[in-house]
């Protein structure tokens, strides 16, 4: 199994450029996250889904959205990207809701936006 | 509101001696607690979890301990190795809230001196 796996691993755009990250997990996991982690700062939830066809906003959601068509991917788009969506993006995956699940993360990608 | 946070931001060790990783949380309701290891340009891995019915969990040279009367918890590393070296990151949820509502700290760097 290849786990979580995101793509790109880098990018830069500019700013009002827009783009995709892709998220794909192999494990038939229910729930799918994504969150953004800042220097010095720990992972912050942006939107998650709790199957296939279902997405909810998280803590920090403004300007990013999301979709989820398949069960195995989790795709999070920005429109038009700002400054402040600098940062490093990563995905994450459970088996299925609730408190007690241990959340499998991707290898993340960072993006600058100049 | 909802906190969890670390004590220390960076902690030095010699190689061979424990490590001790601190984290505090304040939200009454948390009953499950995860400790989260990230390496340099990954994302983070599960190291071990606890629930709030137990005071103490061991694994493989790790051991949380629970102290839920001053709601602080930490990751004990026996005999620490140059590969223990990363972000450690500890998070929070409680049964009342789906994975959703996992809380993350905001990490202590572990950096291991020869």
């Known amino acids: 199994n290849a786990g979580v796996t995101q793509t790109p691993k880098f990018r830069v755009l500019k700013t009002g450029q827009s783009m995709t990250l892709l998220c794909a997990q192999d494990?038939?996991?229910?729930?799918m996250y994504w969150y953004r982690q800042d220097p010095g700062m720990g992972l912050r939830l942006i939107h998650y889904s709790v199957g296939e066809g279902t997405t909810a906003k998280g803590e920090v959601p403004d300007g990013y959205n999301v979709s989820r068509l398949k069960k195995q991917n989790f795709l999070l788009g920005l429109e038009s990207a700002a400054p402040s969506q600098t940062s490093v993006y990563f995905c994450?995956?459970?088996?299925?809701?609730?408190?007690?699940?241990?959340?499998?993360f991707g290898p993340g990608t960072r993006l600058t936006v100049l | 509101g909802e906190s969890v946070g670390l004590h220390l931001p960076t902690l030095s060790v010699q190689e061979g001696d424990n490590s001790i990783i601190n984290c505090a949380y304040s939200?009454?309701?948390?009953?499950?607690f995860i400790w989260y290891k990230q390496e340099s340009g990954k994302g983070p891995q599960f190291i071990i979890d606890i629930r709030s019915n137990m005071d103490k969990r061991q694994g493989q040279r790790v051991t949380v301990l629970l102290n839920k009367t001053v709601k602080h918890l930490s990751l004990q590393i026996a005999a620490t190795q140059p590969g223990d070296s990363a972000v450690y990151f500890c998070?929070?949820?409680?049964?009342?809230?789906?994975?959703?509502?996992?809380?993350f700290g905001s990490g202590t760097r572990l950096s291991i001196r020869p």
């Open positions: 994450a995956s459970t088996e299925t809701g609730g408190s007690y699940n241990e959340q499998f």
């Open positions: 939200n009454s309701a948390s009953d499950y």
């Open positions: 494990m038939n996991h229910e729930y």
């Open positions: 998070a929070e949820n409680s049964r009342y809230s789906s994975a959703s509502k996992i809380i």
